[in-house]
């Protein structure tokens, strides 16, 4: 058959319970630090921000935690996601390699963050929770979680970093179909963005700064609290649910993978895609390489330091050990803003020191040469950070070609691009460019680390 292959399970097949990879690992992760005391955090420390199910989940060590009721309710909508076999694209690169990707573009709001986000909404809920706050890239997340608040009934005000707040105002209007509240950051309704500002007017903002000023923003007014769309222990396992379905769509296909390939920025959809498969590997299943792809502008697995640092350029967040570039880092901006984080999921830092993951980075021109070779074939435009995936897929796929074996690599299609057409308008027009960014910059980011990594 030469026609793109659907593998679709129906709802009765949507996870029952998130899977918690740390109940396989052969060494747990380090554990996030009070930032006063450097000791570990306890669940009170966390409580003035998340409800308390979450900061279980945050902690917890078992391999498997409940899925709600109402949340698989809501999952329902779109879950469970298809798992495509590729076959045009297979044709386009004239590649023996069997390619196949998840996708997760299928959510009402266009990429994999609602899984995490309808979770911490309901949890939110049941906790009488009135208001949440919460930071956004690209603006996925801010999207997710303004659909959650709609459905749950939640208040919520999103602090979108400046560059991507101008460079997709689209996300910006989906937020406020939903009824949220979206400001660009650094803004002027926080201590944080007001001091930012005031060093530099022009600021186009990062994922850190907004991570303050939603922190700041949570803190200061009752029966409020913070959500976070990436890199916490209890987001990555919300996705896992992505990785479960794939395992039991591979089934129905007859086929299991040899390479799987995600994009990462803060590390949840690429965790929430290879962890399930992951766990099964190290409970002795078939072997699966895995590999992140990440940009070369915001390098925090290839080119961080796996170092206790900061999740906020205020210092307001606990320690967490990760790769990362430095709090204070202000990656150029650059179209896949999802990924313009300075450092990696604490858990996604760990599998990569223990040697169980690979990373490799991409400038964003070949990301869209990839994109589009992608969408010309299969008819989905990605977004700029989905295409990170795809560009490292197709060199798996071309090096299948080159060696002349056939190997099933499997992608996570995480979102859409369709809020993103005026990056593919500016790539086409010749007015993207590689962003770099000053090694001067990044050293001095990775030498403000708190002093603790200097003793």
């Keep these: 058959m030469n026609d793109t292959i659907k593998y679709v399970l129906d709802e009765t097949c949507i996870p029952k319970t998130w899977y918690n990879l740390i109940a396989d690992l052969p060494v747990p992760p380090p554990p996030m630090l009070h930032p006063g005391t450097h000791k570990p955090i306890r669940a009170a420390d966390l409580e003035p921000l998340l409800p308390m199910p979450l900061i279980a989940q945050e902690m917890t060590t078992e391999r498997e935690v409940e899925i ?8 329902r909508q ?14 386009a690169l004239d590649t023996p390699a069997r390619i196949y990707y998840k996708y997760e573009g299928s959510s009402p709001t266009g990429s994999h963050k609602a899984n995490t986000g309808v979770a911490q909404a309901f949890y939110n809920k049941e906790a009488g929770v009135k208001r949440v706050t919460t930071e956004t890239g690209a603006g996925q997340w801010g999207s997710a979680m303004a659909f959650a608040g709609a459905f749950f009934g939640l208040e919520i005000l999103v602090f979108m ?9 689209y996300r910006r209007s989906l937020m406020e179909t939903y009824g949220a509240r979206c400001v660009a950051s650094p803004s002027t309704e926080t201590e944080t963005g007001r001091a930012i500002l005031a060093k530099d007017p022009d600021s186009m903002g990062s994922m850190a700064i907004a991570v303050s000023e939603a922190i700041e923003a949570a803190a200061r007014r009752e029966r409020t609290k913070y ?36 994009c990462t920025g ?28 990440e940009p070369a502008a915001c390098p925090s697995l290839t080119q961080g330091r796996y170092a206790y640092d ?3 350029s ?24 999802g990924l313009r984080y300075h450092g ?6 760990h599998i990569k020191e223990l040697g169980l993951i690979e990373a490799r980075a991409y400038p964003q021109l070949p990301c869209f040469q990839a994109g589009v070779t992608f969408a010309r074939a299969e008819g989905i435009v990605p977004a700029p950070e989905s295409s990170h995936a795809v560009r490292g897929a197709i060199d798996e796929a071309l090096r299948c070609k080159e060696e002349g074996k056939s190997r099933a690599i499997l992608f996570n299609l995480c979102g859409h691009g369709h809020f993103d057409m005026q990056a593919y308008a500016d790539y086409f027009a010749g007015k993207l460019k590689d962003q770099g960014y000053a090694e001067s910059a990044l050293a001095l980011a990775l030498s403000r680390l708190p002093a603790m990594e200097a003793e």
Excluded: C
């Design 310 to 312: 900061f999740g906020d």
């Design 266 to 293: 803060g590390g949840s959809n690429f965790a929430g895609l290879v962890f399930p498969f992951l766990g099964a590997k190290l409970r002795g299943r078939k072997d699966v390489r895995l590999i992140a792809v």
């Design 68 to 75: 709600p009721g109402p949340v698989r309710d809501v999952y």
């Design 161 to 169: 970093v400046k560059v991507s707040f101008q460079q997709k105002p």
């Design 314 to 337: 205020s210092r307001l967040t606990p320690l967490a050990k990760m790769h990362t570039l430095g709090s204070t880092f202000m990656p150029p901006g650059f179209h896949a803003g």
């Design 227 to 262: 959500a976070i769309g990436s890199a916490l222990n209890f987001v990555l396992l919300h996705q896992t649910v992505v990785g479960q379905e794939a395992m039991a769509q591979f089934e129905l296909a007859g086929d299991f993978p040899d390479i799987i390939v995600g």
């Design 344 to 349: 990696m999921a604490p858990l996604v830092s």
């Design 78 to 91: 779109w879950r469970p996601s298809p798992l495509f076999r590729a076959r045009r694209l297979e044709r």
